[in-house]
């Protein structure tokens, strides 16, 4: 169920052509990552899910996030009716960017650290076949979204729907700035947990085993109340 849920979700999010529909089914196709961790049952695989979870709330709120500063910035969520993002807004670009490969895990951004450990645990458990399901949806991940990143940031916008823009740079620095800053606090976020994995890992990992041995946290609570 996790391989059908992480190859059926990518696959579907490849055949949309609508940003949030994209992101959308990749919501599904990451699920199975977590759903993994718990099929595969032990401390280090359920250690990868919650990492894994963490990240990919931070990755894909920042998406979403982008792809609304894509729709004020250009009035679309269209990839046909988009272009030019790259030249108009550079940092929104690098801000895609970092989200992007993380959510496709590429090394060594937070993404990749957790299909790392997700993976890590297949292998000691000999379960080969789901761990090349979810290194193949890896890479199927990052084609679908050099979909978004060569219609929306790098090709040029269509002629006929260049001049409907409803937002030049300055204003969008003035009225939604909220929404860059938001956006960049996450990708920060993402790549602090990147080049400082152990920060999440470590938290992880004794997560995992309070969740196969409730006692622990059942003595925590009642040495606490006792207190």
Not at 57 to 63: F, G
């Amino acid at each position: 169920m996790s391989g059908l849920t992480m190859f059926f979700g990518v696959m579907g999010a490849i055949a949309q052509n609508d940003i949030r529909k994209v992101l959308s089914f990749h919501i599904v196709s990451q699920i199975g990552y977590m759903v993994m961790g718990l099929a595969l049952f032990t401390p280090l695989a359920l250690a990868g899910s919650i990492f894994y979870i963490i990240h990919h709330i931070l990755v894909k709120t920042n998406l979403f996030l982008i792809s609304g500063i894509i729709k004020e910035t250009n009035g679309y969520y269209k990839l046909k009716k988009l272009g030019s993002v790259y030249n108009l807004f550079p940092f929104v670009t690098l801000l895609f960017v970092i989200s992007a490969f993380s959510l496709a895990g590429i090394p060594p951004l937070s993404g990749f650290w957790g299909k790392f450990i997700l993976a890590k645990a297949g292998l000691e458990l000999e379960q080969y076949f789901i761990v090349a399901v979810s290194l193949l949806v890896g890479f199927l991940t990052l084609f679908s979204m050099s979909k978004i990143w060569r219609s929306v940031f790098w090709s040029p916008a269509p002629a006929k729907y260049k001049k409907e823009i409803r937002y030049d740079g300055r204003s969008l620095f003035k009225s939604k700035y909220a929404m860059i800053l938001s956006s960049a606090f996450l990708a920060a976020f993402t790549l602090l947990l990147s080049f400082f994995p152990d920060l999440l890992s470590t938290f992880s990992q004794e997560a995992a085993e309070q969740l196969l041995n409730p006692s622990i946290y059942v003595d925590a609570v009642l040495k606490t109340n006792y207190k």
